[in-house]
């Protein structure tokens, strides 16, 4: 399936390089379309579908752990969207989120006047944005992220830039997606001109290549393997992956004074990759951005619901 879908992709790159104005964004919609479609079958009934999709589970595991149907918006919920146990941890911690602490303090960072007077509010005017990162910037020529906004803001008002992986940057995101969230905004990733369809193609790229003496990439793990148990976790589908950071983990909570516990999505996505046998690409690095940029792509349309929690 897997192997279907970069053949399919890779064969209408080379077509659809003659694209129209306005019509930029057509191969990449056409792969959202296919992942969606891939995952809402993949989930539809897992135990009827163990010969295609679930080889290596076991049938008690497909008939008993399994969420059935899950559809469109459910895939904001990564893993929690299929797995019946995860969910039920899941819905009792959100009842008293320990994300909110986090968002109050992003809060008063982001009003909190820099030394030349002025405040986030001046680069962010609006503060329900969290599903329009990351955008193409035409003039700059480079996708440009949440967390390269908040640093340049930062550096243009005379500040220093925070750290990208957690402390003030994920509070200030966190601030970010919970009022996106309350204002029910949902992914909105635009792709408008031939070198963003360019950016995105590099990103998905990226996605699907396989690396590593491991030999995996994002795909093998997160589309065709998901739903699959590794170790203690099951494998998350990457439809929906970019919709609800910061999250907070209890592993992240440890240790350091800053470790305390929220983390932002290019942190998650190193780590992930560093467990893959891999060296990630710097978290502002054209590679991660571009990488991010097709991740938040695919989710376009879910909603946005950060900041979360995750194992
Ligand atoms: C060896 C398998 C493996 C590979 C390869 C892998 N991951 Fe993961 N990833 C995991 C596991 C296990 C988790 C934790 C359980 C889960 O949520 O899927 C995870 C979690 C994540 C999460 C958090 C999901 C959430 O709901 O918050 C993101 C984001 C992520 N991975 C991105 C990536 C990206 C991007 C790549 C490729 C650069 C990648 N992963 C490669 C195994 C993998």
Redesign the pocket.
């Given at each position: 399936m897997l192997f279907k879908i970069v053949k399919a992709t890779a064969l209408a790159a080379l077509v659809t390089s003659a694209a129209v104005a306005g019509d930029y964004n057509k191969q990449a919609e056409k792969d959202r379309e296919g992942i969606v479609k891939y995952f809402e079958t993949k989930f539809s009934d897992p135990e009827k579908n163990k010969n295609t999709f679930f080889p290596y589970s076991t049938d008690d595991e497909l008939k008993n752990n399994f969420i059935k149907n899950v559809k469109g918006d459910e895939f904001s919920?990564?893993?929690?969207s299929f797995s019946k146990n995860g969910r039920l941890s899941y819905d009792e911690i959100k009842e008293f989120p320990p994300t909110e602490e986090f968002v109050e303090k992003g809060e008063a960072l982001f009003n909190k006047p820099f030394a030349n007077g002025k405040s986030f509010k001046n680069c962010f005017p609006d503060t329900t944005v969290a599903g329009e990162y990351p955008f193409y910037d035409e003039k700059r020529s480079q996708v440009i992220t949440l967390t390269q906004a908040i640093n340049e803001c930062l550096t243009s008002n005379g500040e220093k830039k925070f750290k990208t992986t957690k402390g003030k940057m994920a509070h200030l995101q966190a601030y970010i997606a919970q009022e996106s969230t309350d204002a029910e905004k949902r992914m909105d990733i635009k792709i408008e001109s031939k070198a963003a369809a360019e950016a995105y193609e590099k990103g998905k790229e990226?996605?699907f290549t396989q690396r590593?003496y491991?030999n995996?990439?994002?795909?093998?793990?997160?589309i065709q393997?998901?739903g699959q148990r590794?170790?203690n976790?099951?494998?998350?589908?990457?439809l929906?992956?970019?919709t609800?950071?910061p999250?907070y983990r209890l592993k992240w909570a440890a240790g350091k004074a800053d470790n305390d516990g929220l983390g932002t999505?290019e942190r998650?996505?190193s780590?992930?990759?560093k467990?893959?046998g891999?060296v990630?690409p710097k978290n502002t690095s054209e590679t991660m951005k571009e990488?991010l940029y097709f991740?938040a792509y695919i989710s376009n349309g879910l909603p946005v619901d950060g900041p979360?929690i995750?194992?």
């Open positions: 919920k990564g893993g929690y990226y996605y590593g491991l995996l990439s994002c795909a093998t793990c997160h393997g998901s590794v170790r976790e099951s494998l998350s589908p990457g929906g992956h970019a609800h950071f999250v999505l998650r996505m780590g992930c990759i467990d893959a891999q990630p990488l991740m979360d995750r194992k």
